[in-house]
């Protein structure tokens, strides 16, 4: 049985104080998910050694928006997966269409950063999506896939038995428009079938989470499908009630 995932991104948002109030709403209500259930959230980088202070002893993880794959080196403005160690960092999100589109991320690059943190043990959290247009055209399937070869290419199938993917329709980020249970459903079928042909194993253990504008009242929907383990959580993570709602209906 694959245990349900539920990650906050809080992208760039967030001052200290922000941080601090959003955390203490967190810990107020967490007891009222199931143990079930994982949860983390993943702030920003500079965030990141208040939110390990404020976590300590809790059972909400810690994850990371991003890291370059190098240990250390020249990079001026990067962050390695082996810095995120130290930290306390569990899981760090890669190939966030976010990353894909500012930044230019390749799916070479996107591959290269998930071994990396594979190669550092911790768990890599790989974001795939199709635009509207290719949606529209008909190539969601092939996108998605797509991105997710370039991945298998590089690490191989094993590794993503040690991985968690994120299937987040880049129409649906931050728009209040959320790909339909059933839609969602057939493409984390397809990952996961493009998965178990190669290894049932992996296919089967691999939790598979859905993310874009996921909310309290669209979550139980979306986390009922067979193939949906979770969700990978924008704006709604930044309501600690809202959040938590969401939690509560992963169990
Ligand atoms: P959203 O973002 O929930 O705000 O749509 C999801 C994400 O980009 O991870």
Redesign the pocket.
Known sequence: MRRKLVLG?WKMHGSKAQVRQLLAGLAARIGEVSSAVDVGVCPTHLHIPLVADLLAGSRIGLGAQDAYADPSGAVTGAVSVSMLVEFGVSWVLVG?SERRQLFGETDQQVATKFAAVLEQGLVPVLCVGETLQQRQEGDTETVVLAQLQAVINKAGIEALGNSVLAY?PVW???TGETASPAEAQIVHQALRAHMAAMNAQVAADTRIIY????KGANAQQLFEQADIDGG?????SLEAEEFISICKNAD
């Open positions: 991104n966030h987040e649906a980020i931050g993310g874009g504008s996921v990978l959580i924008g704006g709604a």
